[in-house]
């Protein structure tokens, strides 16, 4: 089991930034993928970013590429989103994610309660 804990939401004005972290329990961490997505009022949950297990490789959806990055530091069992350059349409609840398959799709076994993130214009 892992439990993940979602921080760093705000409010911010377009053009800001803002870290997201995603503390997560026990000791296993480093061997679960990591993702974060996003679910904005009335659409549904869309993928964000992911990082395998190592930090290795990482996928960003075409929307936020260049501007979100996507981290982990397995000795503190924590993984980041940093947001810049943050647009209006950025505004969401979000999540992140753990399973054992590296994926940029909705199948981790594990999920978070989710931080909500408002990017004023």
């Known amino acids: 089991q892992v439990q993940l804990v979602e921080s760093g939401g705000g409010l911010v004005q377009a053009g800001g930034s803002l870290r997201l972290s995603c503390a997560a329990s026990?000791?296993?961490?480093?061997?679960?993928?990591m993702g974060w997505f996003r679910q904005a009022p009335g659409k549904e949950r869309e993928f964000v970013a992911a990082?395998?297990?190592?930090?290795?490789?990482?996928r960003y959806a075409d929307s936020v590429k260049g501007r979100f990055t996507i981290s982990r530091d397995n000795a503190k069992n924590t993984g980041y989103l940093q947001m810049n350059s943050l647009k209006p349409e950025d505004t969401a609840n979000y999540y992140c994610a753990a399973g054992r398959a590296f994926t940029t799709t909705l199948s981790y076994d594990y999920w978070g309660q989710g931080t909500e993130v408002t990017v004023s214009s």
């Open positions: 026990g000791r296993t961490f480093s061997t679960y993928a």
């Open positions: 990082i395998s297990q190592r930090g290795i490789s990482t």
